[in-house]
């Protein structure tokens, strides 16, 4: 399967590789086998053993054997390591970086990214985003929201903006905001409860 270049950062080879480098290098813990990185790629196996093998090649990357399953991580020791997870948080990062924040904070019920980011990350074209906005449901502990967004905004390296409504305005559309935001592109990254 082919993955073009990504449209919110087209310097990457596809948007695979992009999604790859992103999983890998903003949580250098994580060694995953070439399964779950096709998954994160959005690629077929086969796809994603190639861009894998690049990355290896390029010294980006760095796997190990564990019996018959292959195993990458990032490369820690790469001179370009900090520059991409730099690029890569800004571009990616919120994709990984949000829901594993908010995630954490009681009462969000659900999360979503809105605005300029979200839409040139779904390919619609404009202006690079200069933050990040992101829609919070619930009745989040105040403290722990402050805490989680300044996280954010030191990781990702841009100004994210939490807008809070309860689960009532959210199912409403009570106000104008959330009537637009809802007719816009927007990233699901909290999911609703499951019950």
Known sequence: MYSAAPPLLPIFRSEAQARILAWLLLD????????????????????????????IEAGLLTERRAGNTRLVKANLDSPYHLPLVQILARTFGPLHLVPAELSAVEGIVQAFIVGSWAARIQG???????????????????????????????????????????????????????RDISTKPMIQVVPGDKR
């Open 28 to 55: 250098p813990s994580r060694e995953q086998p070439i399964a779950t990185l096709a998954d994160v790629g959005g690629v077929t196996q086969p796809s994603a053993l190639r861009e894998v093998n690049r990355l």
């Open 124 to 178: 619609t074209k404009g202006d690079q985003p200069r933050d990040i906005d992101v829609v919070v449901v619930g009745d989040p502990d105040r403290r722990s929201l402050r805490r989680a967004n300044a996280r954010l905004e030191e990781r990702i390296g841009l100004p994210v903006q939490i807008t809070t409504v309860t689960t009532e305005e959210w199912a409403e559309r009570s106000t104008g905001f959330l």
